[in-house]
């Protein structure tokens, strides 16, 4: 399995960036694709995540009413559009897969390198 994440870059806050996450090599124990951000220092946050069958949501609470995930089984790409945005939602952003819907890392099995986002205030 391998995932590479792309889309992060610079916005001022209230602004809006959309990630997407492209996927390969997925099976049936990988039905679950999730982003995580980690800021230096601090342990990866979880943001959200989406089953590839019925696309079941799972949402981190600092994702909540702002972030949309979202996936394109034909593409094999998810997505994370990204709304009001913050400078504490200043992050490396890390797409991952794996078998259980949830924010814990240990569901997911297959990390992708991240794409820095970046919010100024």
């Known amino acids: 399995v391998q995932l590479q994440a792309y889309g992060g870059g610079l916005v001022q806050a209230g602004g809006s960036l959309r990630l997407s996450c492209a996927a390969s090599?997925?099976?049936?124990?990988?039905?679950?694709l999730g982003w995580f951000r980690r800021v230096p220092g601090d342990e990866r946050e979880f943001v959200a995540a989406?089953?590839?069958?019925?696309?079941?949501?799972y949402y981190g609470d600092s994702a909540k009413g702002r972030f949309t995930i979202s996936r394109d089984n034909a593409k094999n790409t998810m997505y994370l559009q990204m709304n009001s945005l913050e400078p504490d939602d200043t992050a490396v952003y890390y797409c991952?897969?794996?078998?259980?819907?949830?924010?814990?890392?240990?569901?997911?099995?297959?990390w992708g390198h991240g794409t820095q986002v970046t919010v100024s205030s």
């Open positions: 991952a897969a794996g078998a259980r819907l949830g924010p814990s890392t240990g569901n997911y099995n297959f």
């Open positions: 090599g997925l099976t049936s124990s990988t039905n679950t």
């Open positions: 989406i089953t590839r069958s019925l696309g079941n949501t």
